[in-house]
């Protein structure tokens, strides 16, 4: 069985879904997950976990200040990962997703009142087709026993 929780990270508009691989709920042992590199997560393969994933994307709104980068996608993956008991993370794919949408044709009447009656005038605007691409990043979601802690190399020991 798996379960899947959506988390919408505010701060940013980057949303995170986190999804079970085991069907189970864990306790948070950490504020924040560590981030990983590949060649790290193989330094705590003996004593990890794989307890999920998180997909992180960036949603770009009009007015919005600049994308998110692939740092601030992996802070997110890290504190949505530490949340859902995870202490490391390590990042699978980071890419670009693409949003498109089409904005409506619309029509529009002004009229005005004059000598003898109304006088109407129609403004057609047709519809326009426009996309935007925003960061997106995949994770593997990697738990450590508090106990096997002291076994990790200091650099990659998570903190409370």
């Not at 498109?100 to 009142?113: G, H, L």
């Amino acid at each position: 069985m798996r379960v899947l929780v959506l988390a919408v990270l505010l701060t940013g508009c980057i949303s995170a879904q986190f999804n079970s691989t085991t069907g189970k709920s864990y306790a948070p042992l950490t504020s924040r997950a560590i981030v990983l590199s590949p060649d790290e997560a193989q330094q705590i393969a003996g004593q990890a976990q794989v307890i999920g994933t998180i997909s992180v994307q960036s949603r770009i709104r009009d007015g919005a200040p600049a994308a998110p980068d692939n740092e601030q996608l992996a802070a997110k993956a890290a504190q949505l990962a530490a949340e859902h008991g995870g202490t490391h993370i390590v990042a699978t794919n980071f890419d670009s997703a693409v949003a498109t949408w089409i904005d409506p044709a619309t029509v529009t009447r002004d009229c005005a009142r004059g000598n003898g009656g109304y006088s109407c005038e129609k403004t057609y605007t047709p519809a326009t087709i426009a996309s935007t691409s925003f960061p997106a990043a995949e994770f593997t979601v990697y738990r450590v026993a508090a106990e096997a802690w002291s076994a990790l190399p200091p650099g990659l020991r998570p903190g409370r």
